[in-house]
C-alpha cells in the first residue's frame, strides 16, 4: 500500500467503526440467513405415501388392567360396516393395527331414497384406545384443545367422496353420526389413509439371538422414529407437529443407528440456524408451514440451544460433512457465549437469573424437578462437545475460553452440588435428590467413574428421589448408567422402561410414561399427550 491508500484505508476504516459505535448490531447472521434457508429447502426430503386400509372393526372395552383403563377387542371384518345402512353403526370404531400418519378418505353411498337432508358425523382418531373413550370436553388441558383429534364435518351431497383435510396420526378410528334424515338410507365404505413418511429404507436387522422383547422395543422405537420422520424431525406427528431442538438431538442419534437418513438431520440443523433470533441464539422449535418460522416470543430454551451443537457435532462424526458443519460452525459458536453471561462469582450457572430473565430451563417435564445441577450438567456437557466440534473443523482459536470455562463450572458443581458423605448429587436450597441431576453429572463427566456408580447405586435407596417424568430424561439417564460401567443395570432398566410400555400395548413410544401413572400428563389431560413421540424413540 501506497501513502495515500494507507491514508484512505484508515480513514474507510475509522468511518466504519464510526457507523459501528452508532448503529447497534441487529442481525448477526444477516449475510448467511438466506443462503441456510435455501440449504434447508434444498434438502427437504420427498415424502413416501402408501395406502392403507383399516383392517378390522373393533370395541374399546373397559378394563381396569389395560394401559388407562381401556383395551381394543374383537376382530370384526369391515364388511359388516361397509355392506349396511351406517345408521345402526354410529360409535363403530376401525382399527388399522399400526400407527399411521396421513390423509384419510372415505366414501358415502346411497343404499335407498333421496338425499333430503345433510349428514353430519364426528371422527374421532386415537393412537391409544383411551382417547376414543374419554370425553375431551369439558376441556381443562394446558395445551390447545384444537390438538385433540376429533372432527365433525356436514356432507351435503351424496354420494360422496371425501377427504378430510387435516393431517392425522393413529391407528383407531371412532366414526359417530349426528345427524341424518329419515327418508333415505347409506353407508361408509372405502375407508383408507395416505399414509406419509420420510424414511423408506429398513434398518437393518438385529442379531438372530435378540431376545422377542428386545426386538419388540427396536420395533417400536423404529415405528416411533419413522412416524416423526417427515419432512423436518417432528416432535410428535399428533402434536405440535414441529421441529424442536431437544428432540432433533434424540432423533437423529436414533436416525444415524438406523435409516441413515442423514439429509433431513442436515435440513434440521439449517432450518434451525436460518431461523434463529437475530442476537444469533437458537429458538427452541420452528414450524416449517406456511413458511418457514420459529415460534417467536417465549421460546427460548435454554438447555436445548445448548444441544443443538451436541446435534451438529454428531451429524459430522456421522457424515463427515465437513462442508456443512464449518459453514453452521458460526451458530454453534454463538451458542457457546450464553452460559457465561449467567455466571456466578463462584463458577456455577445463575439459574434464578436465568428464569427471571424468562428463559425456560426444561431438563424434564417436572413440576417437582429442581435444575440446578442439571443446567449445570448440560451446559458442561455441551460445552466440552462443542469443544470438540471445534478441533474436528480446526476452529478451537475462536473458543479458546471453553477449557478454562468447562474447568470452572466443573470445579463449581463438585463443590457445590456434591454430598461426598453420600455419594449422590444434590441441587438447589433443598438439597434435592433426583435421577436428573445424577444423569446429567455424569453425562458430564463432573463425576469420576467410580463416583458415577456410587451415585447411581446410592440413588435406588435413596428417599424423596425426583423421578423422570418422560423417556427424554430417561435417555440421559441410561446414557449415565452406561458411562458409569453399568451396562448390565441399563440394558436392564432399558428393557423394563421401554420394555413396560410395550407390555401395556405401545405401537409406538409416549410422550410422558410413568410406570406406576398411566393417566401423567404434563399438560393437565392426559388424551393431550403424544403417543408416538420423538423423544422416546
Ligand atoms: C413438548 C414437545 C417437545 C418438547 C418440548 C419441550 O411439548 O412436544 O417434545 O421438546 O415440549
Known amino acids: 500500500m501506497n ?45 413416501f405415501e402408501t395406502v392403507k386400509k383399516p383392517v378390522s372393526i373393533v370395541k374399546i372395552v373397559k378394563d381396569e388392567n389395560s394401559f388407562q383403563g381401556w ?18 353403526q354410529s360409535g363403530v370404531v376401525v382399527d388399522f393395527k399400526e400407527h399411521l400418519t396421513g390423509y384419510f378418505t372415505f366414501t358415502i353411498k346411497s343404499i335407498h331414497g333421496t338425499p333430503d337432508a345433510p349428514l353430519r358425523f364426528r371422527f374421532t382418531f386415537g393412537e391409544v384406545p383411551s382417547e376414543l373413550a374419554t370425553p375431551f370436553d369439558p376441556y381443562n388441558g394446558a395445551l390447545s384443545r384444537a390438538w385433540l383429534q376429533d372432527e365433525i364435518i356436514t356432507v351435503m351431497d351424496v354420494p360422496a367422496r371425501i377427504t378430510l383435510p ?18 333415505f338410507d347409506f353407508a361408509i365404505t372405502d375407508m383408507e389413509l395416505k399414509a406419509t413418511t420420510s424414511v423408506d429404507v429398513k434398518a437393518a436387522p438385529l442379531a438372530r439371538s435378540t431376545s422377542s422383547l428386545i426386538s419388540d422395543i427396536d420395533r417400536v422405537g423404529l415405528t416411533t422414529l419413522k412416524e416423526c420422520m417427515q419432512t423436518v424431525y417432528e416432535d410428535g406427528p399428533k402434536r405440535d407437529r414441529r421441529l424442536w431442538i431437544g428432540d432433533l ?3 437423529a442419534l436414533a436416525n444415524t443407528q438406523s435409516f441413515k437418513k442423514h439429509d433431513l438431520t442436515k435440513r434440521c440443523l439449517y432450518l434451525l440456524a436460518g431461523l434463529s433470533r437475530e442476537d444469533g441464539f437458537l429458538h427452541s422449535n420452528v414450524f416449517e408451514n406456511p413458511e418457514p418460522h420459529p415460534q417467536a416470543g417465549a421460546s427460548f430454551l435454554f438447555d436445548y440451544s445448548l444441544l443443538y451443537n451436541v446435534a451438529l457435532k454428531d451429524y459430522l462424526d456421522a457424515t463427515g460433512d465437513r462442508a456443512t458443519a464449518l459453514d453452521l460452525w458460526p451458530v454453534a459458536k454463538k451458542q457457546t457465549e450464553n452460559p457465561s453471561k449467567y455466571l456466578k462469582a463462584d463458577g456455577m450457572f445463575d439459574y434464578q437469573q436465568a428464569i427471571k430473565d424468562n428463559w425456560w430451563l426444561f ?43 468447562i474447568t470452572r463450572m466443573t470445579a463449581a458443581a463438585r463443590e457445590n452440588l456434591y454430598n461426598k458423605r453420600t455419594g449422590l448429587f444434590e441441587s438447589g436450597p433443598d438439597k434435592q435428590v433426583s435421577y436428573a441431576s445424577q444423569a446429567w453429572m455424569i453425562v458430564s463427566e463432573v463425576a469420576s467413574k467410580e463416583e458415577a456408580e456410587r451415585a ?68 393437565n389431560y392426559f388424551p393431550i399427550n403424544s403417543y408416538c413421540h420423538a423423544w422416546s424413540c
Open 166 to 183: 387435516r393431517r392425522f396420526a393413529f391407528r383407531y378410528l371412532k366414526i359417530d353420526l349426528l345427524g341424518s334424515s329419515q327418508y
Open 3 to 47: 501513502l495515500k491508500k494507507i491514508l484512505l484505508f484508515s480513514i474507510l476504516s475509522g468511518m466504519t467503526q464510526v457507523l459501528i459505535a452508532q448503529e447497534p448490531a441487529k442481525d448477526v447472521f444477516l449475510l448467511q440467513r438466506k443462503d441456510w434457508l435455501q440449504k434447508a429447502e434444498a434438502s427437504k426430503p420427498k415424502l
Open 363 to 405: 431438563v424434564d417435564w417436572s413440576e417437582a424437578l429442581d435444575r440446578e445441577a442439571s443446567i449445570q450438567g448440560i451446559i458442561i456437557y455441551s460445552l466440552k462437545q462443542s469443544y470438540q466440534l471445534a478441533k474436528s473443523l480446526g476452529k478451537e482459536n475462536e473458543v479458546k475460553n471453553l477449557p478454562a470455562l
Open 456 to 523: 447411581l447405586k446410592a440413588l435406588s435407596a435413596a428417599k424423596d428421589v425426583v423421578k423422570p417424568g418422560t423417556p427424554y430424561l430417561y435417555h440421559y439417564f441410561i446414557e449415565a448408567m452406561i458411562k458409569s460401567g453399568m451396562t448390565k443395570e441399563a440394558k436392564d432398566f432399558m428393557i423394563s422402561y421401554w420394555g413396560g410400555m410395550v407390555k401395556k400395548g405401545a405401537d409406538t413410544f409416549w410422550e410422558a410414561y410413568d410406570p406406576s401413572n398411566d393417566y401423567l400428563s404434563p399438560y
Open 71 to 88: 383395551r381394543a377387542e374383537g376382530n370384526q371384518p369391515l364388511s359388516g360396516l361397509y355392506d349396511s345402512s351406517f345408521k345402526k
Open 249 to 251: 438431538y434424540l432423533e
